[in-house]
């Protein structure tokens, strides 16, 4: 028998358990992002993100989660179609106005299985909408519009009303903008900017 106050055996081993850290919401979203968009599925780098492109895709995560770069390739899609006809729509109407002729051939081409944009192809006129933002999707829609009066009924259009010349359609920090250069001033899009010219 063995004395009184002997430990039995050795000391006891120590055992930690591992503790599981949930990400925060912005750490979740960043490693969602770094690993979603340069998946050949979409072949986007997150780094060329502007601002307001990376907002948009925060909404897209705070409202759908971690999508698949699958399933975000189809909501990318469908979002540049939906700029580029509530672009052409509005841009239409203004240039029908001015120009007093229906713009009804000009119209949006989509094509989801594109062998040259992993996300599809959004053409206007020769025009690509790229862009996930409404802004900078008015100003390639814009040339759009611009290139097919050109070529189809030969009018410059739009036309500064004070200067006589021919606007262009830029983006600058404050939105979508028709610029004239010999003006060095600039109208805000899709608002009708004066008037029409023949070329």
């Known amino acids: 028998m063995g004395r009184l106050g002997t430990r039995q055996g050795g000391p006891r081993a120590q055992t930690t358990e591992a503790v599981h850290v949930t990400p925060s919401r912005n750490e979740a979203f960043n490693q969602w ?36 770069a699958h399933r975000l390739a189809e909501v990318i899609f ?37 062998e040259y944009e992993p996300t599809g192809e959004v053409e206007i006129h020769g025009e690509q909408v790229r862009t996930l933002i409404p802004d900078a999707a008015m100003v390639t829609v814009a040339a759009a519009v611009q290139a097919f009066v050109a070529d189809t009924i030969r009018r410059v259009w739009p036309v500064c009303g004070e200067h006589r010349y021919g606007l262009h359609p830029i983006l600058t920090p404050t939105g979508a903008r028709w610029h004239c ?19």
């Open 78 to 114: 469908s979002r540049r179609i939906q700029l580029a006809y509530a672009a052409l729509d509005l841009l239409k109407a203004h240039a029908a106005g001015d120009l007093t002729t229906d713009l009804g051939e000009l119209k949006v081409f989509s094509n989801r299985d594109s």
């Open 181 to 199: 250069r010999p003006g060095s001033h600039a109208i805000p899009l899709p608002g009708r900017a004066g008037r029409s010219a023949a070329s």
């Open 33 to 68: 992002l770094a690993e979603t968009l340069p998946d050949p599925e979409i072949d986007k780098d997150p780094a060329w993100l502007s601002p307001q492109e990376k907002q948009w895709f925060e909404e897209i995560f705070d409202g759908n989660g971690q999508l698949p």
